[in-house]
T-cell receptor
Framework: SQKIEQNSEALNIQEGKTATLTCNYTNYSPAYLQWYRQDPGRGPVFLLLIRENEKEKRKERLKVTFDTTLKQSLFHITASQPADSATYLCALSPLREAGNNRKLIWGLGTSLAVNP | DSGVTQTPKHLITATGQRVTLRCSPR?????VYWYQQSLDQGLQFLIQ???????AKGNILERFSAQQFPDLHSELNLSSLELGDSALYFC?????????????????FGAGTRLSVL
């Protein structure tokens, strides 16, 4: 069956450390994968998109990798801050020729707590 | 502020009733998506509209329906409500086509409507 999985356990780290979150998928061949941040009671906010032919993408303190052989994406936050505390969701497009159909399949998210 | 507006923010109703959730996408966005989020199931894609036409369907129940109007706002209708329909309902929008491939695949979410069915 098709699945997208993220660490179900909350991740607690110390301020200044690097947080690494994992997204694994099975039985999909996504053309791209996205990461979003969600704060309690609010809608997800887009962070990064990585395409299947890209190994790594960076934006300020954020870095995402995409390994289509391992069927895994890693999301890193360097020099983490308490303000980075939130739930992080990965999402993939199950269709390779999406056109205007941009259905996304979402992981359940990983909760990150950065302690001062 | 994402630019996507959802109303109402909260809705409390009884089982068997019908409600309508409203979404105004970002200015210029042609695609609208509806999602249901509950604690145990995460974010579930319901349906997508593009410029007034249905484009993709997810796990949307037959009791639920949606439409997108000529001014691009969208409504999600939930009928014969059950306790299990209590959840956060999100609307998202994304830009039309164009040369920026990444930009048109980003979804911008509203603040959601919290539905409580008692």
């Amino acid at each position: 069956s098709q699945k997208i999985e993220q660490n179900s356990e909350a991740l607690n780290i110390q301020e200044g450390k690097t947080a690494t979150l994992t997204c694994n998928y099975t039985n999909y061949s996504p053309a791209y994968l996205q990461w979003y941040r969600q704060d309690p009671g609010r809608g997800p906010v887009f962070l990064l998109l990585i395409r299947e032919n890209e190994k790594e993408k960076r934006k300020e303190r954020l870095k995402v990798t995409f390994d289509t052989t391992l069927k895994q994406s890693l999301f890193h936050i360097t020099a983490s801050q308490p303000a980075d505390s939130a739930t992080y969701l990965c999402a993939l497009s199950p269709l390779r020729e999406a056109g205007n159909n941009r259905k996304l399949i979402w992981g359940l998210g990983t909760s990150l707590a950065v302690n001062p | 502020d994402s630019g996507v507006t959802q109303t109402p923010k909260h809705l409390i109703t009884a089982t068997g009733q019908r409600v309508t959730l409203r979404c105004s996408p970002r200015s210029g966005d042609l695609s609208v998506y509806w999602y249901q989020q509950s604690l145990d199931q995460g974010l579930q894609f319901l349906i997508q509209y593009y410029n007034g036409e249905e484009r993709a369907k997810g796990n949307i129940l037959e009791r639920f329906s949606a439409q997108q109007f000529p001014d691009l706002h969208s409504e999600l209708n939930l009928s014969s409500l059950e306790l299990g329909d209590s959840a956060l309902y999100f609307c998202a929008s994304s830009p039309a086509g164009g040369s920026d491939w990444v930009a048109k695949n980003i979804q911008y979410f509203g603040a959601g409507t919290r539905l409580s069915v008692l």
